[in-house]
């Protein structure tokens, strides 16, 4: 019982859920809004935002995704997910949702959805040598859950 008030406590302090690429089961991490660590990752994400519109418009590659939040409408929450992307049109990218929402209860897996480039917070598709490219954050927060895990 005490484990489950240490781990809801920990939760409590964390704005942001964070959904990983589908790879069979979503992961869920969590960190929060004002992060230093994060707040330099989405930026340097945000910087090579030309590399992955390039790669999109030439088809250098297959299974281009951002992430971005989406807030519930009931709850205020946000979300960080995937969009598989279909369509870049300026500053508008469109697709369908790609994560199983956890907290976000407006929409589901599959929908479509739209984003604006400046609410992309990581980018990642994977080229034609099967290399993925992108994919800034989740190295950060795969650490960061690792350690929470022990």
Not at 30 to 42: R, S
């Amino acid at each position: 019982m005490k484990r489950v008030v240490v781990l809801l406590s920990f939760l409590a302090l964390f704005l942001f859920i964070v959904t990983q690429p589908r790879a069979g089961a979503d992961k869920v991490v969590m960190h929060k809004t004002d992060d230093p660590e994060v707040l330099k990752t989405i930026s340097i994400a945000r910087s090579r935002w030309p590399e992955f519109v390039s790669a999109f418009n030439n088809k250098q590659g297959d299974k281009f995704e951002v992430k971005v939040p989406f807030r519930d409408k009931e709850s205020g929450q946000l979300e960080l997910m995937w969009i598989l992307v279909k369509q870049i049109n300026g500053s508008t990218i469109r697709g369908s949702l790609d994560n199983d929402p956890v907290s976000v209860k407006n929409i589901k897996a599959g929908d479509p959805v739209t984003a604006k480039q400046a609410d992309i917070e990581d980018w990642t598709y994977v080229d034609k040598a099967n290399k993925q490219r992108g994919l800034f954050l989740a190295p950060i927060l795969n650490k960061r859950a690792s350690k929470t895990q022990k």
